[in-house]
């Protein structure tokens, strides 16, 4: 018997892009995400000075997904607009562009939070160390493995 | 601990006042949004913070983290709460179940025990596959525990009971609470025979001495000075905790304690988790077993028989709340207290002794005649009461805010990691779910009306592009 019955329900599809017209606005959605990662995402995107608009929503709470709008701003429609004369503007960035630069910057934060983290908490940067080591050695018992089926099937031929 | 200075607001874009209503974010001007996100890291990393504030014990972390906002303070509570794996009983088999509870209470109860067993030595289940494709159970994702017990007439009956059934287990190779108990101690013996001779080995003993006493009840381990009296006086009572109460005329009632569950090694699994080595919370010990020995799990009366098989998966707290690594994890924000008027002599007495205990302090002062004034002394200390608000002079003189990218953060380990490990993990977590995305395809766009579906191959997921859009089908990744 199965002590939890309900398991989690999977998305249906892990990213869709949704949206026409000019390739700088774009909803995403991003299956098995929930508030954590999309509201994490927004707050990088909308310190954007490139994104005009940024918004995520989760369309319903039984459903593992969350849309996330990017609108960038778009320099190169309607050429006569006073913000494409400036030479300070900012460049032309797509919608999918802006998500994956936001991902990577939200994962360089992590990793600077993780940084200041084993600066203060020795025991990190210890488990760190024996999580390496045997990652290490499952590799290396892993190719060792190899090497055995190697040879038996070398000695079969 | 030092008063924080005045927070730079161009920074937080504004701060949170507080006043006798409520809260209010008071707007402040900001620094222009970055122009990518290489500035807006350098920004963060420049005023980035992190220190740790108290470790009341080795299972609790107070720590305080600047700088960031608050989508990502967000992030890391949640995913310590909900998306940090752990191993738990997730398959019961009742073989036998006779006792007053029902199957179904019984194996929720038994999912509810906390493994004292790092997660990450484990594979998530799903991951090994037999022939046909289907999930594998292997050593590498599995942890199989056997509950075998019943009641006999008396306490003498049902040890004799006991005693007849642990030398069957223990020929299958099974371990118990009692076993580990044991072996821990055989170890410590050795330990203490070998370094004999040394200079410092009187010190050692004693230390060792200690942590046997500390086994004979291993959840005693790390409690409270309170909590320990309390145990004390609980263990020097005629009434032990652990036989259960025997009394004329009351038939004979077995508890069924987490020591009874009985741990099966399967594979390779007794000779990476050792019975002998010690070492509770992140890390191998003592075998694989529950965090606590004394949980009750079942109460038993004469000839009632409990049998079955448990299996522990690894899962995250999203899925069933057992599987949260962390008893409570929260943050609130660091208050901010500016004294805009001196406040002087009893008016600060009031203050420091009726209002906010250890947030203010009285020191003696020469102005104007007075005696003392009141300084703050530590804010940290603040539950941000209003209460000095009702005093019309207080009012005026103080003023309450809390600073919008201070974070003090709490985290309150099961036991299973320490808590320092579970932020790391979180952290790591974070960046794997930001990494899935980092993968896609560069150019995924639409391709002009006439063809309905297109496809691109993406050597991390199946990219769908058709002419509303791309959608990626049936991605496999690993959380």
Not at chain 1, 111 to 136: F, Q, T, Y
């Amino acid at each position: 018997m199965s002590v939890n019955e309900v398991k989690i329900r999977r998305a249906p599809c892990a990213f869709e892009l949704r949206g026409t017209g000019p390739p700088t606005s774009r909803t995403f959605v991003l299956g098995d995400e929930d508030h954590t990662l999309g509201n994490a995402l927004r707050h990088v995107l909308i310190n954007d000075a490139r994104v005009d608009f940024c918004g995520y929503c989760v369309p319903h709470p039984s459903e593992p997904v969350v849309h996330v709008r990017v609108q960038c701003r778009n320099n190169t429609d309607g050429g006569d607009s006073s913000s494409s004369m400036d030479p300070d503007a900012p460049s032309t960035l797509t919608a999918i562009e802006a998500l994956k630069e936001a991902c990577q910057t939200l994962s360089d934060q992590c990793d600077l939070v993780l940084e200041k983290l084993e600066e203060v908490a020795p025991e990190v940067v210890e488990d760190r160390i024996r999580m390496d080591k045997l990652a290490e050695e499952d590799d290396r018992e892993m190719e060792e493995e190899m090497e055995e089926e190697e040879e038996y099937f070398d000695e079969e031929e | 601990m030092p008063p924080s200075p005045e927070p730079d607001l161009s920074s937080t874009g504004g701060i949170y006042d507080v006043n006798e209503s409520g809260i209010q974010f008071r707007h402040a001007p900001s620094l222009p949004t970055p122009k990518d996100g290489t500035e807006f890291l350098t920004r963060i990393s420049s005023n980035l913070k992190l220190h740790i504030l108290d470790r009341p014990t080795k299972d609790e972390l107070v720590f305080e983290l600047i700088g960031v906002d608050v989508s990502f303070a967000n992030a890391l509570r949640r995913i310590m709460i909900a998306e940090v794996p752990t191993m738990a009983l997730e398959y019961i088999y009742m073989w036998n179940n006779t006792g007053l509870i029902h199957d179904e209470v019984l194996s929720h109860r038994l999912g509810l025990i906390p493994l004292n067993v790092d997660p990450r030595y484990f594979d998530e289940y799903g991951f090994d596959v037999d022939e046909e494709g289907n999930p594998a159970a292997t050593d590498r994702n599995t942890i199989v525990f056997r509950l075998n017990v019943s009641c006999g007439r008396n306490a003498k009956e049902d040890e004799k009971i006991r005693k007849k059934m642990e030398s069957k287990w223990k020929s299958e190779g099974l371990v118990s609470g009692y076993d580990v108990e044991e072996a821990q101690q055989k170890e410590k013996n050795k330990d203490a025979g070998n370094t004999t001779g040394d200079d410092a080995t009187t010190e050692e003993k004693e230390e060792s001495k200690e942590e046997d006493e500390e086994d004979l009840e291993p959840s005693v381990m790390n409690l409270s000075l309170s909590d320990r009296a309390a145990t004390n006086a609980v263990a020097s009572s005629n009434i032990s905790t652990n036989s259960p109460i025997d009394s004329p005329h009351r038939p004979f009632t077995r508890h069924v304690y987490t020591r009874d569950l009985l741990w099966a090694p399967q594979g390779d699994q007794l000779s990476r988790f050792p019975l002998s080595s010690s070492g509770v919370g992140s890390g191998v010990g003592g075998g694989i077993r529950p965090l606590h020995e004394d949980i009750l799990i079942a109460k038993l009366r004469p000839g009632q028989v409990i049998e079955l098989e448990a299996h522990a998966r690894k899962g995250i707290g999203k899925d069933h709340a057992k599987f949260s690594p962390v008893a409570t994890a929260s943050y609130r924000l660091l208050p901010h207290i500016e004294i805009l008027k001196p406040i002087y002599d009893e008016l600060a007495e009031e203050l420091v002794n009726w209002y906010e205990p250890g947030v203010f302090k009285c020191v003696p002062t020469t102005e104007d005649g007075h005696r003392v004034k009141a300084i703050v002394s530590n804010p940290y200390a603040c539950t941000m009461s209003r209460n000095f608000m009702r005093n019309p002079i207080l009012k005026e003189s103080i003023k309450m805010s809390r600073v919008p990218n201070h974070f003090i953060f709490s985290v309150e380990s099961v036991g299973m990691m320490e808590p320092a490990i579970i932020v790391a993990e979180a952290l790591k977590i974070l960046k794997k779910k930001c990494e899935r995305f980092i993968e896609l395809p560069f150019t995924l766009e639409p391709p002009p009306f006439d063809r309905v579906l297109a496809w691109v191959t993406s050597p991390e997921m199946n990219v769908n592009i058709n002419r509303y859009g791309a959608s990626v089908v049936g991605a496999h990744y690993t959380s």
